[in-house]
């Protein structure tokens, strides 16, 4: 079955600081990945997603994301973290037979020291 | 609509009540999808649709749980007999088609007493 971990539950940066999140998913064809950032009390907001063509993904507030097929990964990076970074972030991959699965990963918590 | 609406936003009700979570999705998405989401954990999903069609309902937990969409615009998630452990933050999500990103809305945030 697809599945999807994120094996940090939670982490610690300094401001200023790099950042990379990692997420690693299950699934024997090739994913759509997404990530997804939650703010406290606010829904879930795309950051970037990768469907097929160039491995590394740009996507908004200055994330990236690489997806690298030979280790099942699809890791979030950011070179310089600020204090409104803080969030909860979510990894999702698109599965199942025609697409239309979202399978999301636990989450990984991320606080920012100023 | 600007963006996709869910309500209400907060429901509390007792165990063994009926309950129906509303979800308008940004008009023209022509996916739709519920999911379930436990305080620390990641959305679970629930159930889809495309235009008005149920096309998986595999992470309904049991038939207490049903959804319909009947014109293909906002959706209801109709939960029966209520019980403690069904409380949770109810996401609804929608998109332009399936493999297109989805928006997702607020929730609403059910406590079963």
Known sequence: AQSVTQPDIHITVSEGASLELRCNYSYGATPYLFWYVQSPGQGLQLLLKYFSGDTLVQGIKGFEAEFKRSQSSFNLRKPSVHWSDAAEYFCAVVAGTSYDKVIFGPGTSLSVIP | ?113
């Open chain 2, 1 to 113: 609509g600007a963006g996709v609406s869910q309500s209400p936003r907060y429901k509390v009700t007792k165990r063994g009540q009926d309950v129906a979570l509303r979800c308008d999705p940004i008009s023209g998405h022509v996916s739709l999808y519920w999911y379930r989401q436990a305080l620390g954990q990641g959305p679970e999903f629930l159930t889809y649709f495309n235009y008005e069609a149920q096309q998986d309902k595999s992470g309904l937990p049991n038939d207490r749980f049903s959804a319909e969409r009947p014109e293909g615009s906002i959706s209801t998630l109709t939960i029966q007999r209520t019980e403690q452990r069904d409380s949770a933050m109810y996401r609804c999500a929608s998109s332009l088609e399936k493999t297109d990103t989805q928006y997702f809305g607020p929730g609403t945030r059910l406590t079963v007493l």
